[in-house]
């Protein structure tokens, strides 16, 4: 009886039910998944001879970082960085000043529905690509320099402060949006004395960041083109000098160092 129990329990117990209950699909899908994946394997080209000229020329660049030069392109370097300086300062400022009117559109609260449909559909645009390809777009468009970086750090701007603008402002306290509604106060009114005091210290903290973060992508958008310490890292690479790229590595990764410290500090300082 006791042996009867027991048994009893134990086919009663509970067991995870699979994910695809359907067993003929379960292991077909597996089958083709294992299928497909040699598959992509098996059209990687694998070249021993190039793997290992790829081998020597990676012991070079080790070997650039172990005596990195930041005598003999010194000119060319401080060039790059006070270009890729200019271009985060500028685009910040104008990502940020032009992003403060679409957040304010992009929030369901203040603006009405097609309004707030146009500027949603801008940050959603500008948030799609990513900033390499942005800045593919605009070398077409304006040639290769530091313009085209400008353009697209603001534009990426754009997208990265209107929309976390926009929530921060559809979470704000509604109380004194609904007072100065009630006194008739119009729109510009409402914005300025109900919704700017609420989100204004954020707006800062986060124009801290995002200069912060143009600082490194201009390093990356100068690899297209874009001008900044990226082209003049690009043109080292395709003249093999490995010890100038490392001194600008070097350079790039101190920029950025300081940077978010002081970012750090003063967004610590507005919290």
């Given at each position: 009886?006791?042996?009867?129990?027991?048994?009893?329990?134990?086919?009663?117990?509970?067991r995870?039910?699979?994910?695809?209950?359907?067993?003929?699909?379960?292991?077909?899908?597996?089958?083709?998944?294992?299928?497909?994946?040699?598959?992509?394997?098996?059209?990687?080209?694998?070249?021993?001879?190039?793997?290992?000229?790829?081998?020597?020329?990676?012991?070079?660049?080790?070997?650039?970082?172990?005596?990195?030069?930041?005598?003999?392109?010194?000119?060319?370097?401080?060039?790059?960085?006070?270009?890729?300086?200019?271009?985060?300062?500028?685009s910040?400022?104008?990502?940020?000043?032009?992003?403060v009117?679409?957040g304010?559109?992009?929030?369901?609260?203040?603006?009405?529905?097609?309004?707030?449909?146009?500027?949603?559909?801008?940050?959603?645009?500008?948030?799609?690509?990513?900033?390499?390809?942005?800045?593919?777009?605009?070398?077409?468009?304006?040639?290769?320099?530091?313009?085209?970086?400008?353009?697209?750090l603001?534009?990426?701007?754009?997208?990265?402060?209107?929309?976390?603008?926009?929530?921060?402002?559809?979470?704000?306290?509604?109380?004194?949006?609904?007072?100065?509604?009630?006194?008739?106060?119009?729109?510009?009114?409402?914005?300025?004395?109900?919704?700017?005091?609420?989100?204004s210290?954020?707006?800062?903290?986060?124009?801290?960041?995002?200069?912060?973060?143009?600082?490194?992508?201009?390093?990356?958008?100068?690899?297209?083109?874009?001008?900044?310490?990226?082209?003049?890292?690009?043109?080292?690479f395709?003249?093999?000098?490995?010890?100038?790229?490392?001194?600008?590595?070097?350079?790039?990764?101190?920029?950025?160092m300081?940077?978010?410290?002081?970012?750090?500090?003063?967004?610590?300082?507005?919290q």
């Amino acid at each position: 009886m006791a042996e009867l129990t027991a048994s009893s329990v134990t086919s009663r117990r509970w067991r995870k039910p699979p994910l695809i209950r359907n067993p003929w699909l379960r292991w077909g899908l597996l089958i083709g998944t294992l299928a497909y994946l040699a598959v992509a394997i098996s059209s990687v080209p694998v070249d021993g001879a190039r793997i290992a000229r790829g081998l020597e020329r990676g012991g070079r660049i080790l070997l650039g970082f172990l005596q990195p030069d930041f005598a003999s392109r010194w000119y060319d370097i401080q060039i790059g960085v006070l270009e890729s300086l200019t271009m985060t300062v500028v685009s910040t400022v104008a990502g940020v000043l032009l992003s403060v009117p679409v957040g304010l559109g992009a929030a369901r609260n203040l603006a009405p529905a097609p309004i707030y449909l146009a500027c949603r559909s801008i940050i959603t645009i500008s948030r799609t690509f990513q900033e390499v390809v942005i800045a593919i777009a605009f070398v077409v468009m304006f040639g290769f320099g530091p313009l085209a970086g400008v353009c697209t750090l603001a534009f990426a701007t754009i997208g990265f402060m209107a929309k976390l603008l926009a929530e921060d402002i559809e979470e704000i306290d509604p109380a004194p949006l609904e007072a100065l509604r009630a006194t008739g106060a119009g729109w510009l009114k409402t914005v300025t004395y109900a919704v700017m005091p609420q989100v204004s210290a954020r707006l800062v903290g986060l124009s801290v960041y995002r200069f912060d973060i143009n600082l490194r992508e201009s390093a990356i958008v100068g690899i297209v083109g874009a001008g900044g310490i990226g082209s003049t890292l690009q043109t080292t690479f395709n003249r093999y000098d490995y010890d100038v790229s490392a001194a600008i590595l070097f350079i790039i990764i101190a920029l950025v160092m300081t940077t978010e410290l002081v970012s750090g500090q003063i967004r610590r300082r507005l919290q």
